[in-house]
DNA sequence: TTGTAAGCGTTATCAG
DNA sequence: CTGATAACGCTTACAA
């Protein structure tokens, strides 16, 4: 008497099953299945037949444990709330499906210690590869040491010089907005940001200030530690003698501020107070005046470091370290002063 | 002469290498690790010792392959970029690593198609769980036998009887929207959506007409396929003879259009024209007037989902399918003709 | 309390 | 071209 009826628990079926099946023995299966080289037609379709009478799927972890690769990838982010990340989350996603691979998402919060554990819990898991867009204070040099032999793409801020990272031309994008202002006149031309220190912020200070500087105007920079403060800063600055009458604020959370602040002081963007964001936010033409923005190409920027992130999963050490820098756009709306604008959204 | 030099290729450690440096059997390690009963005070030591010195991490592969669970659950959404589940997914990543879980994140795009491969993907990865989002048009018969043995939590959206879900009281919240319209005496209120065949505009439509219904008033609804369709069909509303006063939007995506709508057509919100948005995005205090919208409880969404799930996985059929429904929050800014406000942002 | 041994489902190796 | 066999790293009986 066998003590197993007839498939009362319907396991998940397994290569043997095919290969019972099938008649064949599993490693014929197990070929077959990855491209089907060095088996004959007959078998193949007997197998083929088997696989989808049982409806087989591989098992993944059985596969990872004994190969090398998972046909897995980590991708840590500061967050997903943040439409940034979220839209390069999602295309990140679409690619590495397309290569085969699914996605195991964590956010820090801009915490290195929750970034560390994260990294960890990745490599518990043997992720192929991991994208990642560090916490700013993390300690880059046991950074690195806890990501030696996982191969690795920075994406929006760079690592170390090593590291394979695709990255905004911040500078250049921040020369462009300037340079608008700067076309339509201005002359007192604020730039405004949180965390100045983080890499993003500082560089596109740094552009901010190659214009000014070049056009032999004064700086006027705009800065605290947090948004709420930052919004307090922004009304002093608006109401001191030498008020700007231009505004660059360098991410979509510092626009925020900038219009909280404008909205309580009841001031109100326009011909004689314009203003340039950071991050083509959605709501962007919603407001009143449209907001001129600083757009990323973050299609590109995901495709590029998934692209990134294959090459070195496949080809490892071989290739150099790369750095790719992409160029972002400047969407023309009204509130730099401009009259014909760009294409609605 | 041993052909390997001293640890030249580092591999990483298993269990073995712990157990030999800690002079003990490798289920003794194992033991340990997982809570450490029936293990002795002087080999917990050796044991913390050798894992400390080796820097060992379990293997989540090899662990998930041969017991149970694998820690780690699947998450299926219709995207990301949109502020709604960019903050669930990220809600839902830090409770289920709370939990010792990691997140495989997939985005369907309302394709049941894509949905479907996803979940395949996801049961070869043997994935604990699955929080899911279902695409419209899914026929449910199928993704039930494709989900069969896999615990799973619908959220937003629900799916059979049965199956867990946590879900937005759509109904209520609608009401409050309309009752607070109507208390601002608005009798012409229409109510504004794209895709009204999805379970939470639906509902929402059924909240608002049950208001429109109960103060014996005549509905007005706005709906279109697409959102480009829907902006031009609130512009020929408010351009008809009876132009409604106040409007309802169903969705940010809505809302989107009406402000768009309103703005081509040299229209603006205003105490003849109120309107009340749905999903309370960070940009509703910046609008002009600033927006009054229906809040969703998205971390408590996000929590009871996972909490659902976990126990799902941990219990199993043996506790009753459950459905929990969160309300809503209507927060009161100008839009809706309010002069004191809820709370800024 | 501890160690030994047998898998979990694949794939790589190697002899037929 | 095909099939047995040995890993991959861990856990869970079961025996000591």
Known sequence: MKKQSPDLPPRRPTVLDVAQLARVGASTVSRYLRGGNNVSHDVSLRVAEAVRKLGYQPDELARGLRGGRTHTIGVIFPQTANSFFGRCVQMIEQEAAARGCAV???????????????????????ADGVILTCAPGSDLHSLQKELTGIPLVALDRPLWDEADAVLLRNREASRMAVEHLLSHGHTAIACITAAAHMYTFSERVAGYREVIAGAGLREHLIVADNYEQLQGAVGRALDGRDAPTALFSLSNMATFSVLLSLTKAHHKVSRELALIGFDDVDYAPLLN???????????????????????RILYGDKRQPERIMLPGELVRRHSCGCRRVDSGS
Request: hydrophobic share 35%.
């Open 104 to 126: 195991i998402l964590h956010t820090h919060n801009e915490s290195p210690e929750l970034q560390s554990r994260q990294l960890a819990t990745l490599r518990r898991y043997r």
């Open 289 to 311: 005046p449209s907001l001129t923005t600083i757009r990323q190409p973050i299609g590109n920027l995901s495709q590029q470091a998934v692209q990134l992130l294959f090459d």
